[in-house]
């Protein structure tokens, strides 16, 4: 049997893409905001129904960036049950990161937690959208807005997700995206951050270039984590394709609850009303005294049918070695986190993933 990994990436044709590296190759403009990365960050905006957009090169030094940006220091308020990333982005700002578990029903920082997690040194709190169901933004801002804290959304597996048909992104301080090639929009490697100003937006792009504003004028000690060219002509070409990528996405999901809702011992996370979703992850929870084999157990099945799924989150961030000596890493603190991060395993789901390999996944799962 052929093997299935978790994920594939969409491409969009190369019979289309090689017409635009042919304008690009004549006008030998390569990089540095050319006139593909200013068409892209245009109609992504439009698309994702944003205000602003900077393009980076990856969502990591987009996460970065948007820290240094606002001038976060101290302590910042995150969550344990997400990608490496989200915390490293803390660390290389030297800022202390502050573990507040999530909730169990959509694995989100827990807003009733956060908070007793408060202290003076407090400046912000680092949510993620995890799988692309968002935060409870509207118990978030309240929080950010009684104690002055700024709020950077990673919102790195949001892609286009909407509450009441307006863009998820539009909350917060900042967004962060990754349009790496494992998500459900690739530029390849890619990342953005959406924010609401343009003042906000210039500092952005000078930060992302250096920190030039003009041939003479370096505004502060930036970085170089531009998009180029090529990757832009590449990410205008995919905005044409991302919703028939999404609809994919859709009916693979839909088939999996199909196939998987009589199971005992396997949990799903359900749609939410008002959220337009993107399909981003489908991860499944293991009861095991219920289901009668551990997750790592499914999971090493799974793997012996040529079928690799990912435990996304596992570990914990905060288990890794560089932040589990930190006070609220401990596992007391973070139970809930702790306990999905036993149980999750995210199956296999991309817009060319047949319904008969998700049949032949699920046919194990009911073993
Ligand atoms: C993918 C991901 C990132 C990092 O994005 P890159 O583009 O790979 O640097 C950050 N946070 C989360 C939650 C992610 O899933």
Not at 49 to 69: D, E, H
Not at 207 to 213: E, M, R
Request: aromatic share 12%.
């Amino acid at each position: 049997m052929h093997k299935i990994f978790v994920t594939q990436p969409a491409l969009p044709p190369i019979d289309e893409f090689s017409e635009y590296l042919k304008q690009i190759w004549e006008s030998k403009i390569l990089t540095n905001n050319g006139p593909f990365h200013q068409q892209f960050e245009k109609e992504l905006a439009g698309y994702l129904g944003v205000k602003y957009i900077s393009l980076f090169s990856n969502g990591t030094m987009a996460l970065i960036t948007a820290l240094q940006a606002l001038k976060i220091k101290g302590e910042v308020i995150t969550t344990p049950f997400s990608f490496v990333a989200t915390t490293h982005s803390l660390w290389w700002n030297n800022i202390k990161p502050v573990f507040v578990d999530i909730e169990p029903v959509h694995y989100n920082i827990d807003p009733k937690k956060i908070e007793a997690a408060i202290t003076p040194h407090t400046t912000a709190i680092m949510p993620v959208h995890v799988y692309g169901n968002p935060c409870n933004v509207e118990a978030i801002q309240k929080i950010a807005e009684k104690y002055g804290l700024k709020v950077v959304y990673d919102a790195a597996h949001a892609f286009a997700v909407k509450i009441n048909d307006k863009s998820l992104l539009n909350y917060g301080d900042l967004s962060v995206m990754s349009f790496h090639a494992t998500k459900v929009f690739n530029t390849i490697e890619g990342g953005a951050i959406v924010c609401h100003d343009e003042s906000t937006k210039r500092r952005i792009d000078y930060l992302k270039n250096f920190g030039f504003a003009d041939e003479l004028t370096i505004i502060a000690p930036g970085i170089n984590a531009k998009m180029n060219e090529i990757q832009s002509a590449y990410g205008i070409l995919q905005l044409k394709y991302v919703n028939s990528y999404i609809s994919k996405r859709m009916e693979i999901t839909d088939y999996y609850r199909k196939l998987l809702c009589n199971i005992p011992g396997i949990n799903y996370v359900q749609d939410m009303s008002d959220i337009t979703h993107n399909f981003a992850y489908f991860p499944i929870f293991i009861d095991s005294e219920v289901y009668g084999k551990t997750r790592d157990e499914v999971y090493e099945t799974l793997k012996r049918h040529n079928i690799f799924g990912r435990r996304y989150f596992y570990p914990l961030i905060s288990q890794l070695s560089a932040y589990s000596g930190i006070p609220s890493a401990k596992p007391g603190n973070l139970p809930v986190a702790t306990r999905a991060s036993e149980q999750v395993i995210c199956l296999p789901i991309y817009p060319d993933l047949s319904m008969s390999d998700v049949s032949r996944v699920c046919k194990i799962l009911q073993i």
